[in-house]
């Protein structure tokens, strides 16, 4: 659906289930985020039989599989939530480990935010937990700004612990000076 140099974006298929349960069972791979683990084989063949399910064309989430070019195992997914506007997104995703510090974060999301633009949106936002410092590093390296700070706002679904999240934000404005370079 969406190509970059090593990288595939692409519908989920039933056959990526034990993948995305391998590294969404990683603790450090599930600290900061807002879905449950342990997941059992059964819960994620559920889960990817929803994503695969989704439509992007409509208002709601649509997860991409992303998926390696050089090997076409699964790299990871991100998440994309159209507003009912069709003018706004918001963003969310994961790579497996053993990809992470090689640029393929940086990679899916300057494609997804070129995907998302030249289709007229107006603003993307992405939020992550004030601890994630791989996470705010990447929004930052990709464009967006740092809109503010909000105490205690997130209650990890996992450990209950009430944490800060950051809000992140980039609009089309910014997008189109920083690519022009
Ligand atoms: C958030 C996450 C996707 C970031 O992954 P990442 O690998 O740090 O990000 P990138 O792919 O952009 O890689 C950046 C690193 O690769 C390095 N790099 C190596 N080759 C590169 C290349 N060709 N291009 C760009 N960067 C490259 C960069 O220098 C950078 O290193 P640094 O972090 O030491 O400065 C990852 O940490 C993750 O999946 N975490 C778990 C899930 C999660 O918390 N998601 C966010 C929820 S909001």
Redesign the pocket.
Known sequence: MIETERLILRRFQLADAASLAAYRNNP??????AWPSPLTPEAATEQVRKYSEQDPEQPGWFQYAIELKADHSLA?DLGVLLHDNRMQAEL??????A???????????QAILEHLFAKGLHRVS????AR?T??A??ME?AGFLLEGQRPEFTRNINTGEWTDTLLFGLLASRWKTLTAR
Request: with cysteine.
């Open positions: 450090d791979i599930a600290r900061y985020q990871g969310g995703g994961t790579l497996r480990p990809l992470h510090g090689s640029g393929y974060a940086l990679e899916v999301l992405a939020e992550c937990d994630n791989p996470s590093r990447l390296r």
